[in-house]
């Protein structure tokens, strides 16, 4: 199964080079403890901005690295508010890591709504 995440330049860079590393997150559920591990989706739509409350700054770099599904046993997040459509997992940077590094993805980042509310007609147009 391909799965997605999107960071930042800088965080691209340190990824390709040592590795995925456990992040902490908010467990969402009534003990509230904090869990790590590395969060992705089974599609690029999965990913935003702010993925898992961590803010990605500095670069917009999609990654994706193929871990067969069987491997992911037990570490699929179910969320309120998901799109059906799109799994989410939190899963061992360890395990992560062990299908090998990330590639970067060639996806497209125009997630539908984007643009919706920017006036694009004269792009491209010479000023008169």
């Given at each position: 199964m391909?799965?997605?995440?999107?960071?930042?330049?800088?965080?691209a860079e340190a990824i390709l080079k040592d590795g995925f590393q456990d992040l902490p997150f908010?467990?969402?559920?009534?003990?509230?403890?904090?869990?790590?591990?590395?969060?992705?989706?089974?599609?690029?739509?999965?990913?935003?901005?702010?993925?898992?409350?961590?803010?990605?700054?500095?670069?917009?770099?999609?990654?994706a690295i193929e871990i067969p599904e069987d491997a992911l046993s037990g570490h699929e997040i179910m969320m309120m508010d998901d799109e059906p459509e799109i799994r989410e997992f939190l899963v061992p940077a360890s395990l992560v890591n062990s299908f090998g590094p990330p590639k970067i993805a060639d996806v497209e980042l125009n997630w539908p709504g984007l643009l919706d509310d920017i006036y694009t007609d004269d792009i491209g147009e010479d000023p008169e």
């Open positions: 391909k799965l997605f995440q999107f960071v930042g330049d800088r965080t908010q467990d969402l559920t009534e003990d509230g403890q904090v869990i790590k591990g590395v969060w992705l989706f089974d599609s690029p739509d999965g990913s935003n901005m702010e993925l898992g409350g961590v803010a990605v700054d500095g670069g917009n770099v999609m990654l």
